[in-house]
């Protein structure tokens, strides 16, 4: 089994900054293609973006390319997203996802491509 906990969650205002963590345990993290998704009320949950175990390859979604970092420390068995230049529209909960893959380079960009979810935490960006 793997857990996921997501954190860094909160309110800000529009043109703010967040960092999201997910903390996973387990197994080997190292293993794990992850990803980020948001939902947000009465919408679909969706993509936004995602980073292959190996950490050299990252897709995302193009409403937030050029505003959001993923980024990965296997060390600390965590995943992180950098949120810059938050609007109003982003606001949501998040969700961390985990895909065990053998293969070092694969990003996984839908929902039915992850094996294992975080509680999510909620992002509120006030305008």
């Known amino acids: 089994q793997v857990q996921l906990v997501e954190s860094g969650g909160g309110l800000v205002q529009a043109g703010g900054s967040l960092r999201l963590s997910c903390a996973a345990s387990g197994r080997t993290f190292s293993w794990y293609a992850m990803g980020w998704f948001r939902q947000a009320p009465g919408k679909e949950r969706e993509f936004v973006a995602a980073i292959s175990w190996s950490g050299g390859n990252t897709y995302y979604a193009d409403s937030v390319k050029g505003r959001f970092t993923i980024s990965r420390d296997n060390a600390k068995n965590t995943v992180y997203l950098q949120m810059n230049s938050l609007k109003p529209e982003d606001t949501a909960v998040y969700y961390c996802?985990?895909?065990?893959?053998?293969?070092?380079?694969?990003?996984?960009?839908?929902?039915?491509?992850?094996?294992?979810w975080g509680q999510g935490t909620q992002v509120t960006v006030s305008s």
């Open positions: 996802a985990a895909d065990i893959t053998s293969r070092p380079t694969i990003v996984r960009l839908t929902t039915d491509d992850y094996d294992y």
